[in-house]
């Protein structure tokens, strides 16, 4: 008989049994950390209306996005963002919970997205969202929670870079130019394009002052103290300064608390995700050279939803940090012990002691095998650690001898 050719849609995959068992570990490790530092879980809809995302996310975002027609004729789009979805659910159901109001999730995204998951189109995120402190502490805690988060899975040689979009933003927002000239601007200081920034700048009618703190942003990265001293020389207005000192805060309060060796800055840090409105970050680690967590301030979002609420938060990208682990081969998941129970009736004796020994933490399961041959060979493949007979006392007897069982 001819088999059929079956394939799967580009950028999603199966998630076989030993993926699914690393998957499940991180997952419960993060959510736990989450759990403890105060955060409450969320869960939004795999589907949202079309329209719930603004104009300009849809700008940026809106050919990423995966669309379906409701039966009512309206727009609906797989789920592309965590953190839009949740504004809707706090602006809409949670406005008048206690603040500061802390939530985490686990949720799969659907959209193409290069940066954070490479050529997927389905991918797992797993973070958090605090709403209603608009201070500085509120972003020094998130990042102090992503850093324990991987500390906790046992990832090593991570780092979080930290940036400030209001500087980049700020002086574009100022800039009497052409907005080709601004997107280029952005584009070359993302890429730290040094060359193709300096012919962009030098062609622009702009102060001389402006232009060169343009050349220098993108230059000022690496050790927070370093990148601080830098450019507190450069000619920086009153909004700069005050975004600077921001910045310094956050790292004053990651140092605080003995976390700095895994923080650098980054003021040439861009993002395309436009309701970011301050601090924003970003974390690698050296083995995998790709984001494997991105987040920061969102302070205006809530307003399209008719609030006015301080947002701040991040995702990690799962499958990002299950590779990373996997590099490290630092992915170690506590195995229970499996036993079978070979039995050729099951009775009551047999399915109390069989619950005894699951609320003990085994793996307990019935064999449903008959021949010596086969069950041999499910023991060896299945790893099972023990196989045994209960007696009609509810005695157990090991079976050393499978082939005379």
């Not at 706090?90 to 999730?105: G, I, Q």
């Not at 938060?313 to 499958?319: D, Q, S």
Request: contains cysteine; negative net charge; charged residues 30%.
């Amino acid at each position: 008989m001819k088999s059929r050719k079956v394939l799967l849609p580009e950028g999603v995959q199966d998630l076989l049994i030993d993926d699914c068992i690393y998957r499940r570990h991180i997952e419960d490790k993060l959510m736990d950390n989450f759990i403890k530092s105060g955060y409450m879980e969320v869960n939004t809809p795999s589907l949202e209306y079309y329209d719930l995302f603004s104009n300009d996310y849809l700008a940026s975002n809106g050919d990423k996005m995966f669309k379906l027609i409701d039966t009512n004729g309206g727009i609906l789009v797989l789920r592309p963002d965590c953190t839009i979805p949740i504004a809707r659910m706090v602006a809409t159901k949670m406005k008048d919970f206690v603040y500061p109001l802390k939530l985490c999730y686990v949720q799969n995204v659907f959209r193409i997205d290069e940066e954070q998951a490479g050529k997927k189109r389905e991918f797992r995120q797993a973070g958090v969202e605090l709403f209603g402190v608009a201070s500085y502490e509120a972003d020094v805690e998130v990042i102090i929670t992503a850093i324990e988060s991987l500390k906790n899975l046992g990832l090593k040689n991570f780092q979080i870079d930290i940036g400030q979009v209001k500087l980049l933003r700020g002086i574009l927002q100022n800039l009497t130019i052409e907005e080709k000239a601004k997107i280029g601007l952005e584009e070359h200081v993302e890429n730290k394009n040094f060359i193709e920034l300096d012919k962009l700048v030098d062609t622009l009618n702009i102060e001389e002052e402006i232009k060169g703190i343009l050349k220098e942003l993108p230059r000022l990265f690496g050790e927070p103290e370093e990148v601080l001293r830098e450019v507190k020389r450069l000619p920086l207005d009153a909004g700069m300064l005050e975004a600077i000192e921001d910045l310094e805060k956050v790292c004053d309060g990651i140092t605080a608390y003995g976390l700095e060796k895994y923080i650098s800055l980054d003021l040439g840090m861009v993002t395309t995700m436009k309701y970011y409105s301050g601090i924003i970050f970003k974390g690698f680690t050296r083995d995998l050279g790709t984001v494997l967590l991105s987040g920061g301030r969102y302070d205006r979002l809530l307003e399209d939803f008719g609030i006015d609420c301080a947002a701040t938060g991040f995702a990690f990208i799962v499958n990002k940090i299950t590779k990373a682990l996997k590099i490290q081969e630092n992915l170690q998941v506590e195995r229970n012990r499996h036993i079978l129970v070979a039995e050729s009736e099951v009775c009551l004796v047999t399915a109390e002691t069989v619950e005894k020994l699951r609320a003990a933490g085994h793996i307990v399961e019935i064999c449903l095998l008959k021949n010596p041959k086969d069950l041999q060979e499910y023991v060896q493949r299945r790893k099972i650690d023990e196989v045994i007979r209960i007696n009609t006392k509810g005695e157990i007897e090991v079976l050393e001898d499978l082939g005379g069982w």
